[in-house]
């Protein structure tokens, strides 16, 4: 695949860490911090980037897991979270090319619309399964998460970066 302009060559990215940034991810959503409506989808935001990233590696069958493991532990109807992520994959690997090519920003503003799909996906199995409708507060987890898109794409691909050490050492020896 052609890199796109001004993107810099990335390293390969380490399998472990991969493993590792899911599992802090799903470790945040299972602390005790009243999940109801406010907080961001921690789990979901890691999915989403190592799905535009790495789609080999993660894709449907590790959303539909951990979305079952969310179901699990959040007590909810079995199926629910695992269905949203699977969506929310199935978004983020239909657009992960025009996604790639898109500056950090320009890339929240396109993963937008699934994080609300998600919040929107769950509200709907909400209000048919209990029939109350939770308050507008159900709209800010897809925010929060696109508002935190970049320090997320910062922070997991910090390691793949390439130090260019032997480009001044060159430059200087001639």
Not at 38 to 67: K, T, Y
Not at 119 to 145: A, E, K, Q, S, Y
Request: hydrophobic residues 60%; aromatic residues 10%; positive net charge.
């Amino acid at each position: 695949m052609i890199m796109p302009r001004g993107q810099p060559l990335l390293l390969p990215v380490n399998p472990v860490f991969i493993a590792l940034s899911l599992m802090l991810a799903l470790m945040v959503n299972l602390l005790p911090l009243g999940r109801d409506m406010w907080l961001p989808d921690v789990l979901l935001l890691v999915l989403v980037f190592w799905g535009v990233h790495e789609p080999q590696r993660i894709g449907m069958v590790w959303a539909f897991l951990l979305g079952l493991a969310m179901d699990v532990h959040q007590s909810s109807l079995l199926g629910q979270h695992a269905l949203v992520y699977s969506v929310v994959m199935f978004g983020v690997l239909t657009l992960r090319r025009r996604l790639t090519w898109l500056s950090v920003f320009g890339q929240a503003m396109h993963v937008l619309p699934l994080f609300m799909a998600a919040d929107v996906l769950l509200l709907l199995m909400r209000l048919l399964l209990r029939g109350n409708f939770p308050g507008w507060g159900f709209i800010t987890p897809g925010l929060w998460c696109a508002l935190l898109w970049p320090v997320v794409v910062v922070m997991l691909l910090a390691p793949q970066r390439r130090e260019d050490r032997h480009h001044g050492r060159h430059r200087d020896a001639g």
